[in-house]
């Protein structure tokens, strides 16, 4: 999934995005969320929230207390976001929703996950996030762990009287939080611990939905399981897309697919927005752009392939947009300058008269060289080696190519300047690739990025 959000990945700007209809901010203390009976230092939560916001609160409620930072922080953006236009979708259908869980250090409240469901006026109907869903553990990160058997009466406690219910677990964001002060071996077999204890609890949620579900349109359950913002190591290797998991009657197999990307295996957030949507039997509002996703046996997998063998081809399709991902800078730094570079020296010779000598005639060369370029990063992806340096090698040898065929047609018939030769080339390739798929340019990095989530198919501005 692209996790795109208006600042840095982190979990106020992950979660405030994950329930706005555009990229938006979050705030430092965006984790202070609390049940309205908590006690806080100047009164109970629900007291500070009506005392900043003037909105009166209900004893069940979940309140955000810097909402009002948090609208102050994305006024002030280019196009301001809906803040909480997703949880006022549900809401304002009827859809009951309750949150469970938290990611509380020794020192600071970690519930930023709260504004993936809060409303336009900064509330959730229902929820219990209080430090009694943890336990101490002197192995874990600051000390503490989510108590999962607490975690999971907590659930039970809001089957019936909840239509959707977001659990964060927590032990995971903890880890990553203090992520710099263990060796990383020792922080790779927490990760594993961590892993393995959430697994556990979705076996068992899964068990749930099958044997007890709860009255409903069918009786029907939906479980997603969702990583709303990168950790750190997977950011510096460019790998900033997340894994999103889906499990219910519509989604028995394969990978998941938007109409929004035209791509097996690659969702938006909008897209999970108007899944849950679609789901509850909620119209979708206009501000949210998703569209519902479906699963589906792709050229990825086939309807045999176990979910191992689903996943270990979605991870290669991953791993190669990071590689493209981390790539396409120095490249395109690299191609830009050399461009430059070519530009000023041939306006330098135009400009002193000196056209008809041996560096002008080597600036031809250099200048039709430069030209081939993006044919060379268009036709790259066919090797299927995405490393800096094999692309590198790859585009410099087969624009020489390109140039001296350009140049030794031109000597041979006469047919037009090398550079025109160069650009008919490159446009056919375009023309072809666009009519067969794009999946060039796609994959190439002077195309777009589904990182940057600009565009996802068609024909970019790259």
């Not at 750190?232 to 999103?244: C, I, K, S, Y």
């Not at 040898?397 to 550079?419: C, D, H, R, V």
Request: proline share 4%; net charge neutral.
């Amino acid at each position: 999934m692209n996790v795109r959000t208006a600042g840095a990945f982190t979990p106020e700007n992950a979660y405030a995005t994950l329930g706005s209809n555009s990229r938006a901010f979050g705030t430092a203390e965006a984790g202070r969320n609390f049940g309205a009976g908590e006690r806080l230092e100047s009164g109970t939560a629900g007291e500070v929230f009506e005392r900043y916001t003037g909105s009166s609160v209900h004893e069940q409620e979940v309140v955000v207390i810097d909402y009002p930072r948090l609208l102050k922080a994305n006024a002030r953006t280019l196009h301001p976001p809906l803040l909480g236009a997703f949880g006022s979708a549900l809401k304002q259908a009827g859809i009951r929703i309750a949150v469970c869980g938290n990611a509380d250090t020794n020192s600071k409240s970690g519930r930023e996950f709260i504004l993936a469901l809060m409303n336009a006026s900064g509330k959730i109907a229902m929820g219990s996030l209080g430090d009694d869903l943890l336990r101490k553990n002197a192995a874990r990160p600051y000390g503490i762990q989510t108590d999962y058997e607490r975690l999971w009466r907590t659930v039970s406690d809001f089957w019936e009287s909840a239509d959707c219910l977001a659990v964060e677990l927590g032990d995971s964001s903890r880890l990553e939080k203090e992520r710099d002060a263990f060796l990383p071996e020792q922080r790779l077999a927490l990760r594993r611990q961590t892993i393995e204890d959430a697994d556990v609890f979705f076996a068992g949620l899964a068990d749930r939905c099958q044997t007890a579900l709860p009255e409903g349109d069918g009786g029907e359950v939906m479980v997603l399981m969702v990583s709303p913002y990168p950790a750190r190591d997977a950011q510096d290797e460019g790998n900033t897309l997340t894994p999103v998991l889906i499990s219910g009657s519509s989604f028995t197999g394969g990978l998941l697919y938007s109409a929004s990307t035209k791509k097996d295996g690659l969702i938006t957030i909008g897209d999970l927005q108007s899944t849950i949507l679609a789901f509850l039997g909620v119209d979708k509002p206009a501000a949210i752009t998703g569209q519902p996703l479906v699963a589906r046996p792709s050229e990825l997998t086939r309807p045999s392939d176990s979910v191992a063998q689903a996943g270990n081809q979605l991870y290669l399709l991953n791993s190669r947009i990071a590689k493209i991902n981390i790539s396409r800078s120095p490249v395109l730094k690299s191609f830009v300058i050399a461009q430059i570079i070519v530009l000023i020296l041939a306006l330098l010779l135009i400009v002193f008269g000196v056209q008809k000598t041996r560096l002008f005639l080597f600036l031809r060369w250099l200048m039709a060289f430069v030209a081939s370029v993006p044919l060379g990063l268009l036709v790259q992806p066919l090797t299927a080696r995405f490393e800096l340096s094999e692309i590198l090698l790859f585009t410099i040898l087969f624009a020489a190519l390109i140039t001296l065929i350009a140049f030794w047609s031109n000597k041979q018939g006469k047919n037009g300047e090398p550079i025109g030769i160069i650009a008919l080339l490159t446009a056919f390739a375009i023309l072809i690739d666009t009519l067969s798929g794009s999946n060039l340019m796609s994959n190439s990095v002077l195309g777009y990025s589904p990182v940057g989530g600009a565009r996802y198919y068609g024909i970019g501005n790259e």
